[in-house]
Every structure is written in C-alpha cells, then in structure tokens.
C-alpha cells in the first residue's frame, strides 16, 4: 500500500518571511547570471566596435526593467550574503571574539568603499 503524501500548495514557501527570503536569495542567482552575461557582452562589445549596438540594446524599455529588476535582486543578495559573514568568520583578538556585528560593520564598509572607488574611476 503506497504511503500517503498530504498535498502540498504551491506555493508554501510565501507563508514564512524566512522561507520567501531563502527562495528569492536562490532566485537573485538568475539575476546574478544575467548581470554576468550582460557585463560581459558590454565589453566584448567595446572591444569589437559594436558599442553603438549595444547601448541602443540597452535602450530598449524591456532591457531597462529587466537590469533595475536585476539590480533589486544584486542588492538582495548582496546584503543575505554578507549578513552571513558574521557567521562563517570568527574573528578572535586579543583573546575575545570580535562582535557579530563590528564583523557585518566592516564588511559593509569595505562594500561602500570598493563601490565609491568603482563609481571614480568610471564616472572620472
């Protein structure tokens, strides 16, 4: 006699914040791929001459909602991902164990430094 299943609704994972926030994690590394292809695509582009395709690609209005939907979904990740660093990064000083929080601090500092050196060089 098959062993009884109780039906599980579609969508399950929507009903804790946890969950909803593990699924969406897993699915920003779609948005991740894309946001990989997309760069690479810009500089092969640059280096072959079709950089005029390309922006008028990237024009395009279905283009533009795709990279700012891509963008929520880098951010998304971005700070799940180094929420996580607290965690897998013990750090011990002078005999006691850096705060989670001083630890998620530097990280967030070293995130905001690296992206105001990438906007100067390429906004310079």
Same mark, same amino acid.
């Given at each position: 006699?098959?062993?009884?299943?109780?039906?599980?609704?579609?969508?399950?994972?929507?009903?804790?914040?946890?969950?909803?926030?593990?699924?969406?994690?897993?699915?920003?590394?779609?948005?991740?791929?894309?946001?990989?292809?997309?760069?690479?695509?810009?500089?092969?582009? !640059?280096?072959? #001459?079709? &950089?005029?395709?390309? =922006?008028?690609? @990237? /024009?395009?209005?279905?283009? +533009? $909602? %795709?990279?700012?939907?891509?963008?929520?979904?880098?951010?998304?990740?971005?700070?799940?991902?180094?929420?996580?660093?607290?965690?897998?990064?013990?750090?011990?000083?002078?005999?006691?164990?850096?705060?989670?929080?001083? !630890?998620?601090? #530097?990280? &967030?500092?070293?995130? =905001?430094?690296? @992206? /105001?050196?990438?906007?100067? +060089? $390429? %906004?310079?």
């Amino acid at each position: 006699m098959p062993e009884y299943r109780a039906p599980m609704p579609m969508l399950w994972w929507a009903k804790r914040r946890s969950y909803l926030v593990f699924m969406l994690r897993e699915l920003s590394s779609v948005f991740v791929a894309w946001s990989v292809v997309y760069l690479a695509v810009g500089v092969w582009a !640059v280096g072959g #001459g079709n &950089y005029q395709q390309f =922006l008028d690609f @990237s /024009a395009n209005p279905v283009v +533009v $909602v %795709l990279n700012v939907v891509t963008l929520c979904f880098l951010l998304l990740h971005t700070i799940t991902w180094l929420g996580l660093a607290p965690h897998a990064i013990v750090i011990h000083l002078r005999g006691r164990r850096v705060p989670e929080r001083t !630890v998620l601090a #530097g990280h &967030y500092v070293a995130w =905001l430094v690296v @992206s /105001a050196i990438i906007a100067w +060089v $390429v %906004l310079a």
